[in-house]
Every structure is written in structure tokens, then in C-alpha cells.
């Protein structure tokens, strides 16, 4: 579970509750199903009028990558090129076939068969900067989604607001009821601002971050495997990969090769 995701979910709208309640309002006022048929409804319908629907249906099964945390080791992936490279070195890049069965991504896996059928290195690179670059534009499409929706969903708040005034309007008459109708009309203005700057656009962040790390990953991929092509010292493979790395997986990394270093020193 990414933590991040649902800490900041809980605190936001947990925060506004209670705001609310120490201004000395009640919940119950900001719960208003009609301000919500409007705004969620609207904001779904012009998102979806927006986009083709198998990008929407990709966004909808992006909500869950928002909230989990993928499985991804870059230190890993670094050592297994790093192995890859000293045994190229030592037995000829062919002697790698038999170790792509162990490979479980399909971008290093891809990059790495190409390398050892030979491949021309500037064929291989143009050819693996097409993957990127469709899965950079593909992948980016989701938090597109999210990013219309929260652009969309204050507009159709006050729209909702607009709506509920003229109701309240036409029972002028009735002076009593004045009041109440105008807080309920903009309660569809705080759905709008609130599910725009609380869930939509902070979705859209993550995602596109989320994104980014993977974009990361596959350069990095990209880089080994025709750094292994090219029949490079491992050590110098280490340092190109290790500058993908974060600083706390710089400094992870580094602690983990000095506790190597000192088992042979011993």
C-alpha cells in the first residue's frame, strides 16, 4: 500500500471535516445529494465526452496503482546487468541466451535479445527509443484523465451552485427558507473545488510520478544492455547504472558494496 496516497487522502478530507465542525457547522450540511449527482455526474460525463473510452477505462484501472506501491528493485535490476556484463566478458555475449529465460521484464529482456542476435547498436537504440517512447506517451494518458477531471469538476461546482440559486430565487416568498437554500447551493461549489484539489489533480500527480520512476527504470535498462552489447568493464557499467539510482538508493547501494568489500577483505 502506498501510504502517501492514503495518509494525504484521510488527512485532506479529515481536515475540512473538521474545520467544519469547529466553525460550529454540522456535517450534515455538507452532505447533499443532489450538489453531488451534479458535480460527480457532470464531471464524469465530460470527462469521458473528452476522452476515447479505452483511455478512460485504462485511467479507471490506473486508481489502484495510486494506492499500492509497485514492486520495483533498481538495485536488483543493476546487479543482474552487472552479472549479465561479466559473464559476456568472460564467455562472449552469446552465452547469455541461455539466461533470458530469467529475465522477467519484457523492455530488459527485449534490449538483451537484440544485443545478443547482434544488432547493429544504433539499430538497437532507435529501436528501444521507440518502445520508450510509445510507452512514455501511452503511459502518461491516465493522469491526463484526472488532470481534464479536476480542470472540469469546480466549473460544474458552480454551475451546480448557479442552479441551486435559481431555485432558491424562484421561493422568494418564502423568506424562512432563504438561507438553508443558498448553503445548500454552495455545497455543489465545495464538492467541485474539493474533488478537483483533494482526489482528482493529486491523482494525477502520482500517476505522473509513479510514471516518471518507471521511465526511469527503462532508461536505465536501455543504457546496460548496450552497455553489455559493447562489451564494457562491469565496473564501469556500475557507475553509469548506479547515477539512475536516488540518493537513497545511492547511498543503499553503497553501503551494500562496502558490506561486500569487507566479507572478502575477511
Known amino acids: 500500500m502506498d ?79 552487472i552479472r549479465f556484463a561479466n559473464k559476456a566478458r568472460k564467455e562472449g555475449i552469446i552465452s547469455l541466451e541461455g539466461e533470458m529465460d530469467s529475465v522477467k521484464d519484457p523492455f530488459l529482456k527485449k534490449a538483451l535479445m537484440l544485443a545478443i542476435d547482434g544488432t547493429d547498436p ?17 503511459g502518461e494518458q491516465p493522469a491526463k484523465v484526472f488532470e481534464a477531471a479536476g480542470g472540469f469538476s469546480p466549473t460544474i461546482g458552480i454551475l451546480g451552485a448557479v442552479l441551486g440559486l435559481i431555485h432558491v430565487m424562484e421561493n422568494l416568498a418564502d423568506a424562512s427558507k432563504l438561507g438553508e437554500g443558498i448553503a445548500v447551493a454552495f455545497v455543489a461549489t465545495v464538492y467541485g473545488v474539493g474533488l478537483a484539489n483533494l482526489i482528482l489533480l493529486p491523482m494525477a500527480s502520482k500517476l505522473k510520478a509513479k510514471h516518471r520512476a518507471d521511465m526511469v527504470m527503462q532508461e536505465m535498462m536501455l543504457e546496460g544492455s548496450m552497455s553489455v552489447q559493447e562489451g564494457l568493464n562491469p565496473r564501469i557499467i556500475e557507475e553509469k547504472l548506479i547515477s539512475f539510482l536516488t540518493e537513497e538508493q545511492k547511498l543503499r547501494w553503497k553501503e551494500k558494496a562496502g558490506a561486500k568489500t569487507k566479507r572478502k577483505a575477511a
Open 3 to 81: 501510504l502517501t496516497s492514503v495518509g494525504g487522502l484521510i488527512l485532506g478530507i479529515a481536515a475540512i471535516l473538521l474545520g467544519q465542525v469547529l466553525e460550529g457547522g454540522r456535517i450534515g450540511s455538507i452532505l447533499q445529494p443532489t450538489a453531488a449527482l451534479i458535480v460527480f455526474g457532470g464531471t464524469i460525463g465530460a470527462t469521458i465526452l473528452g476522452f476515447p473510452l479505452h483511455v478512460v477505462m485504462a485511467a479507471m484501472k490506473a486508481i489502484t496503482s495510486v494506492f499500492t506501491e509497485k514492486k520495483v528493485n533498481p538495485e536488483a535490476v543493476i546487479e543482474e546487468i
Open 122 to 138: 544504433r539499430v538497437l537504440r532507435q529501436t528501444m527509443e521507440v518502445e520508450l517512447a510509445y510507452h512514455e506517451e501511452h
